[in-house]
C-alpha cells in the first residue's frame, strides 16, 4: 500500500540558508500534518492542513512556512536556517472520515535536516 | 508542566519479562488516545489505541484511567524486538486536530 513519502531524506545546510521539505500523503488522505522531532526530543506539532487549508498552528517558527497544493502534496519551507534546527522532520497524513473511527496518523519516513 | 508525561527510561528487562509503561495527560477533556512505537530514527507507527474498557493486542495491553488521567502499556513475554521507544500519544479534541506525544519510554529487551 502507497505510504506517505517525504523528501529529501536527508539535507545538510548552513546557517542562514533556506531548506524545502516535501511531503506526498497517503491517497485519499485529506489533511496533512508536520511534525519536528530534535534528538532525544518528543515529535513537536508544527503545522496542519485540511483540504488545502490551515487548519491548525502549533510551535511553527516565524521563519517557517507551510502550504498545501491542489494535489495535497505539502512543503515546509524554512528561512535563516538556525542551529537549532537540525532535526527529523515527520509529515503525518490522515482522512477525517477515518480519523473518526481509528484516531490513527500516518507518517512519512522523516527527513533530517542537518544544519552546519 | 508538559501536556502528556512519561517516564523517559530507559527500561533494560530480559527477554520473557513483562514491562508496564505509565502515562499522564493534563487536559482532563482528551478525547482520544494511543500508543505508538518509534525505533530508533524511524518514523513513528501506531501500536495500539487506547479505550476506557482496556484492550488487549496479544501480548500487549492499554489501559485508561479518565478519572486519573492517565494510560498504561502492558507488554507481557517481551521479545528482543520489542526493543524501541513507546510514545504515548493524546488528541485532545475531536476530529482531525494534531496528536500530542509524549517524550516517549524507551525500552531495551537484552537476550
Given amino acids: ?116 | 508542566r508538559k501536556e502528556v508525561e512519561q517516564d523517559p527510561g530507559p527500561f533494560n528487562v530480559p527477554e520473557g519479562a513483562t514491562v508496564a509503561f505509565n502515562c499522564t495527560y493534563s487536559n482532563s477533556a482528551s478525547q482520544s488516545f494511543f500508543w505508538y512505537r518509534q525505533d530508533c530514527r524511524k518514523e513513528p507507527k501506531l501500536l495500539m489505541s487506547v479505550y476506557s474498557s482496556g484492550n488487549e493486542d496479544g501480548r500487549f495491553t492499554a489501559q485508561l484511567n479518565r478519572a486519573s488521567q492517565y494510560i498504561s502499556l502492558l507488554i507481557r513475554d517481551s521479545k528482543l524486538s520489542d526493543s524501541a521507544t513507546y510514545l504515548c500519544v493524546v488528541n485532545f479534541l475531536s476530529g482531525n486536530t494534531p496528536l500530542v506525544f509524549g517524550k516517549g519510554t524507551r525500552l531495551s529487551v537484552i537476550a
Fill in chain 1, 1 to 116: 500500500a502507497a505510504g506517505v513519502i517525504q523528501s529529501p531524506r536527508h539535507l545538510i545546510k548552513e546557517k542562514r540558508e533556506t531548506a524545502t521539505l516535501k511531503c506526498y500523503p497517503i491517497p485519499r488522505h485529506d489533511t496533512v500534518y508536520w511534525y519536528q522531532q530534535g534528538p532525544g526530543q518528543d515529535p513537536q506539532f508544527l503545522i496542519s492542513f485540511y483540504e488545502k487549508m490551515q487548519s491548525d498552528k502549533g510551535s511553527i517558527p516565524d521563519r517557517f512556512s507551510a502550504q498545501q497544493f491542489s494535489d495535497y502534496h505539502s512543503e515546509l519551507n524554512m528561512s535563516s536556517l538556525e542551529l537549532g534546527d537540525s532535526a527529523l522532520y515527520f509529515c503525518a497524513s490522515s482522512n477525517i472520515r477515518d480519523r473518526k473511527y481509528t484516531g490513527e496518523l500516518f507518517f512519512g519516513e522523516g527527513s533530517r535536516l542537518t544544519v552546519l
